[in-house]
């Protein structure tokens, strides 16, 4: 593939896989050991340290905290999409029992707090770089802990009522009158863009607050001119939210000796949140600590920050007293930062023999009433051109203001949304020209001597064998025995569908991590990490890299996260970072760790370094018999050399790029349209694979989230009132063990050249194609009726209507 | 949830002269309804009234004719009951099909058959069984029972006791679950009586709250078939329209689950 760098960016960085000569340029000269290592633990299915403790009741969740003289706080929340404050009035709720303090968005502003530094702009080196119609920085609406103006969407936070108990808080909250007063509201995603749509912020009139072209525009109109096929299609890729077990919860306590803050609030870093909550409150980080222990589900809803932590800890500071807010179900379902929501307009040009020429897309993607995160939009852009080599492209990609709560980066941020509309519109080539769909797609496919891979908007592909995951994938799940199947279920009055796509990602993430690693005197290691996992095993996968490079067994390794006094500097969990940037620094860190070992042990052994060897967790004077444990060492010279540690900071701008391939198989209930899975299988090339017992329970629930959203989950809103619907799990419906098939994954390993450890990343490869496979199956099921495309969620009511809609058609 | 003063008594009596003495007083069962209602401050009871242990409303106990179930009794028991499992299968089964394991051991039949909910399993088997229903006062039969939505004949304080449901020749109980709540989206129960007559019952789906489907019960009292029932409709204009279920939606499926109930006499179709 020649196809030169075609981003649209201002400032073209050269990627470190097209340096002539380099490649692989972060891999730094110590690593060499690194990548000389024994891969002991790494690559095993050890099981879960975490779980014991988890499963008899000792995980630490934010709720579980609390603290002497604690008080609560309950949120007074907009009942209107769109209302302007004209006033609010605490005089009843202050006379309450119990009541001790109310506050308003005009208290934030007298009290001087900032808005939340969201940076919702992606700006590493690689992430597509988005900006406002004239190209300028975008406006993107600031974030205060309450609004003074008005309230942008149901739900959204207007005061805090603090109480003695939280029944009283809540009474209290009752008690609060806002004099609203209603404005024109606009929540559907498209409606939003259009001319004469109700305006959210008046900085943006027309609501349309991120508008930028990428790829080869004039490439790709000549290209679309030549076609002998032009097929189009435009997709809705849903509102869904993340549900986690455990709702969001934060305790602030202000210490006005130490003029210090802390939180207690499970997150997706406490680092970004300990440095953005502390420009909120106009201090300095340091003064502020920030404590995520165990995290009940995040998928990138609690990767930012939540109004309520800025307000417990600012009531806190008012009150003298600890406050604390736990949200409820009802408040997580209006309230949590929800995910997807892109309406996207595709054409693809082809050749008479099915071959790829060019690719127009059109994204618009809902933020809500301000943007907290552009990354769906961002990461979605790099990607639209998928595993297919498709020469040109361009992409509008625009963000909008809605009346909706805000959207956040959610499992796979953006990639699912661009998978499928790659993937159903191969399919619908395929159906309208008359090709096999798995030809078409096998015809342009990426072939690994392209690797790397610059695509048609300028993303940098590391590596894959895509055709190969593709047979594979086939192979596992009996695609060639599909008919046999097909003719037994009809007996049985049902519908068989299978559907098949291919999927590439991308896991790019903040780029900075570092890790501590310190020799125990008591014969542990201890490594600190700035990651947060929430149910992803790091305290098992990262204690088995650093068991591998230290080659003590795993078991002596611990991992310390979670307390912004302990871990300094952190990127979070999020875009399947983390393991690649932990795997990384903490084998750079093992790797110094080692070399300062060794000097201390040819000092005690009267030797050079050079003279020392180390195997199996013991310094050995070469050609001696004179040996001594790395424990030991610790130690004997921690009097006279300080703790045997080190501290290592490591950067990684290069992304990686996941891939693989799904296959699923659907039995459509012609009598009711209800749709059961029967069989789902994959194939994911995660890069090196740290523990495949953890990669595994990754895509299982990766493939239950993405195939939740195909199947029943929706954040619907009454356009009539703008009215939330699904406000409880009463009518949102989820993936349950009852409704999941039994999985058949493989994990395929082509190691990435991007990273000394050969890591891609495993966390969102199951969710990634299911949207699109999913939905493939259903209409290769509903064929026999003239079903050619279908609304997500597939309910049996949209089966239903769907299928009668094809009989009238056809 | 709104502060509420919790009470237990021991008999009948005693509970309606805790209520007819209380300010804003509800009667508590299983709570798998009302708690929930409490915990969203969607009803502020000041006085919380649990029947459960009164000894009237436990037990089950079965006749040739009949099977008796106090009110009390939680779904779990039924399901699990050796003699209602032999007597009608179709009740047993429906009460097997309630919601998930926590629910079944908590909720009860006579706070389902009180609360009548438009979605609920248990009305349809009353309404279908011509049940008769016991309270602290009466007897009421299951065709002047159910009222409309959530309402039904039992008035301020009165205490729905036992459930008298008659054996019928055979019955059989269809459901097609909404997909987010599990509740019936459209339910049918079909039973035919030792007097030859058939009632047909739909639950989930009628905008009025469990109905009599009239005309299934002619053509079925003449032919016991699912055949019988082609080329019926239901007026959709009956019928609850929402986000995962539009009324013609939902006509379509009472066909579907009378039929399939008929298909599965002697037992149950739960999907
Ligand atoms: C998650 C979940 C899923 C569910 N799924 C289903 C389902 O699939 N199908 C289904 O049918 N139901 C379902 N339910 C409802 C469940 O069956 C309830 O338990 C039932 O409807 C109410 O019974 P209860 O004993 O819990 O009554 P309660 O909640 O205690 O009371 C309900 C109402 O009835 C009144 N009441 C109770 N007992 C009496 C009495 N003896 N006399 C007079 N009034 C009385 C109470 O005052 C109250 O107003 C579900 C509930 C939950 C929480």
């Known amino acids: ?33 690194v990548r000389e290592a024994l891969f002991k633990h790494v690559g095993k299915p050890i099981p879960r340290k975490e779980d014991g403790r988890l499963i008899t009741g000792k995980g630490r969740f934010s709720d579980d905290f609390s603290l002497p003289g604690q008080t609560y706080a309950a949120i007074v929340r907009s009942p209107y999409p769109h209302a302007r404050i004209l006033g609010i009035d605490k005089t009843e709720a202050l006379a309450s029992p119990g009541v001790l303090l109310v506050l308003t968005g005009e208290d934030v502003l007298a009290d001087g707090l900032a808005d939340i530094p969201h940076n919702p702009v992606p700006s590493t080196n690689f992430d597509m770089k988005l900006r406002a119609k004239d190209g300028s920085k975008a406006f993107t609406g600031p974030h205060y802990l309450l609004p003074a103006d008005k309230a942008r969407h149901v739900g959204e936070a207007v005061a805090i009522v603090v109480a003695e108990t939280a029944a009283e808080a809540a009474d209290g909250a009752e008690k609060v009158f806002v004099d609203w007063r209603e404005l024109p509201y606009v929540t559907d995603t498209a409606k939003a863009a259009e001319p004469g749509a109700p305006t959210i912020w008046d900085e943006v009139p027309d609501n349309v607050f991120i508008d930028t072209t990428f790829g080869d525009r004039e490439g790709t109109d000549a290209a679309f001119a030549q076609a002998d096929h032009v097929v189009k299609a435009e997709f809705h890729i849903h509102r869904v939210t993340a549900v986690t077990m455990e709702p969001r919860a934060s305790l602030g306590h202000y210490d006005p000796e130490t003029k210090r803050y802390t939180l207690y609030a499970g997150s997706g870093g406490a680092v970004r949140q300990k440095n953005e909550l502390s420009k909120v409150l106009g201090i300095e980080p340091k003064d502020i600590r920030v404590l995520s222990f165990d995290v009940g589900g995040n998928f990138g809803a609690r990767n930012r920050v939540y109004v309520e932590f800025g307000l417990v800890l600012w009531a806190s500071r008012k009150l003298g007293r600890p406050v604390k807010y736990t949200a409820t179900r009802s408040e997580a379902f209006l309230t949590d930062y929800q995910g997807r929501d892109l309406v996207t307009k595709v054409e693809l040009a ?33 990607l639209i051109t998928g595993s297919y080599d498709i020469p040109y492209a361009t992409l509008r990609a625009r963000a909008v203001f809605s009346n909706t709560m805000c959207t956040q980066a959610y499992r796979s941020s953006g990639r699912p949304e661009v998978t499928y509309a790659i993937e159903r519109m191969v399919e619908l080539a395929a159906d309208q020209l008359g090709f096999d769909k798995l030809e078409l797609r096998r015809m342009n496919l990426i072939p690994p001597s392209a690797m790397p891979y610059t695509n048609a908007v300028g993303s940098v592909y590391d590596s894959g064998e895509y055709e190969k995951n593709m047979d594979r994938a086939l192979e596992i799940s009996e695609w060639a025995s599909f008919d046999a199947r097909k003719a037994e279920a009809a007996k049985r009055g049902k519908l068989l569908g299978r559907g098949f796509a291919n999927y590439v990602e991308s896991s790019i993430g903040t780029p ?55 871990v300094s500097v952190g990127g979070g969990s999020h875009s399947g970072r983390s393991m690649r940037h932990a795997g990384t620094v903490m084998a750079m860190a093992s790797a110094d760790l080692l070399g300062e070992g060794r000097k201390r042990a040819a000092e005690l052994l009267g030797s050079a370094a050079d003279q020392i060897d180390f195997e199996g967790g013991v310094f050995k004077l070469r050609n001696t018999n004179r040996t001594i444990d790395i424990f030991e060492l610790g130690r004997r010279t921690r009097t006279t050399h300080g703790a045997l540690r080190v501290v290592k900071d490591n950067e990684m701008h290069t992304p990686v790029y996941p891939n693989g391939a799904a296959v699923c198989e659907v039995e459509v209930d012609r009598d009711t349209g209800h749709v059961q899975i029967v069989r789902y299988a994959t194939i994911d090339d995660v890069g090196r694979c740290i523990n495949p017992l953890i990669v595994h329970g990754q895509t299982h629930g990766g493939i239950a989230q993405g195939v939740g959203q195909a199947m029943w989950e929706l954040c619907a809103i009454d356009p009539t009132s703008g009215q939330p619907l699904s406000g409880s799990l009463m009518d949102y419906g989820m993936p349950r063990s009852d409704n999941m098939p039994s999985f058949k994954c493989e994990i395929a390993e082509v190691i990435s050249p991007t990273n000394p450890l050969g890591i891609k990343a495993g966390g969102e490869g199951g969710t990634t194609p299911a949207l699109a496979t999913v939905v493939n199956a259903v209409v290769d099921a509903l064929l026999e009726f003239g079903v050619k495309d279908i609304q997500m969620p597939v309910t049996p009511a949209n089966v239903w209507r769907a299928m009668n809609n094809g009989r009238k058609v056809s | 949830m709104y502060a509420t003063t919790y009470h237990k008594p021991r008999t009948l009596a005693e509970a309606v002269a805790l209520y007819e003495s209380s300010d804003e007083p509800t009667y508590l069962s299983g709570g798998h309804t009302l708690i929930p209602t409490l915990k969203n401050r969607l009803a502020a009871p000041q006085h919380l009234i649990d029947l459960r242990a009164i000894p009237e409303l436990s037990g089950i ?9 106090g009110a009390a ?30 629910v079944r051991h908590m909720g009860t039949i006579g706070g389902s058959t009180a609360n009548n909910d438009p979605a609920a399993d248990y009305p349809s088997a009353v309404l279908s069984l011509n049940a008769i229903l016991h309270t602290d006062r009466r007897e009421i039969p299951a065709d002047e029972y159910f009222q409309g939505l959530y309402t039904t004949a039992l008035e301020p304080g009165e205490i729905l006791v036992r459930l008298e449901f008659r054996i019928p020749d ?3 109980y269809a459901k097609f679950r909404n997909p987010a709540s599990r509740y019936a989206m459209a339910a049918a129960f079909v039973s035919k009586h030792r007097d030859g007559h058939v009632r047909v019952a739909i639950t989930g789906a009628g905008n009025e709250g469990v109905f009599r489907w009239t005309e299934a019960e002619e053509r079925l009292t003449e032919n016991l078939t699912a055949k019988a029932l082609d080329g019926l409709a239901i007026d959709p204009s009956r019928m609850m329209g929402d986000m995962h279920a539009p009324a013609d939606y939902r006509a379509h499926l009472v066909t579907v689950m009378a039929r399939r109930a008929v298909q599965n006499l002697g037992g149950t179709h739960i999907v």
Do not use: Y
């Not at chain 1, 082809?350 to 907290?372: Q, Y």
């Not at chain 1, 900075?512 to 690693?517: D, F, G, L, S, T």
């Not at chain 1, 003590?552 to 996260?561: A, D, F, N």
């Open chain 1, 1 to 33: 593939m020649t196809s030169s760098l075609k981003t649209a960016a201002t400032e073209v960085i050269v990627h470190p896989l097209k340096l002539p000569g380099s490649p692989s340029a972060e891999l730094s000269p110590e690593m060499k050991l």
């Open chain 1, 350 to 382: 082809l050749r008479k023999d099915g071959k790829f020429l060019a690719m127009r897309a059109d994204n618009l993607s809902n933020v809500g009433g301000r943007a907290v995160s552009l990354s769906p939009l961002s990461k979605g852009s790099g």
């Open chain 1, 512 to 566: 900075k991590e570092r890790a501590e690693i310190e020799i125990k005197d008591d014969g542990n290691i201890e490594v600190v990490i700035g990651t947060q996992p929430s149910g992803q095993g790091h305290e098992t996968s990262f204690a088995q890299v650093v068991a591998d490079m230290i080659q003590v067994p795993v078991e002596k390794v611990w991992i310390v996260l979670g307390d912004t006094d302990i």
């Open chain 2, 61 to 69: 106990a079965v006749t040739s004719d009949t099977v008796v179930i």
């Open chain 2, 73 to 102: 009794t939680k779904h779990a028991a039924v399901a699990a009951s050796k003699e209602v499992k032999a007597a009608i299968p179709a009740l047993a089964g429906l009460a097997g099909s309630i919601g998930d394991v926590q």
């Open chain 2, 170 to 172: 055979i019955a059989g």
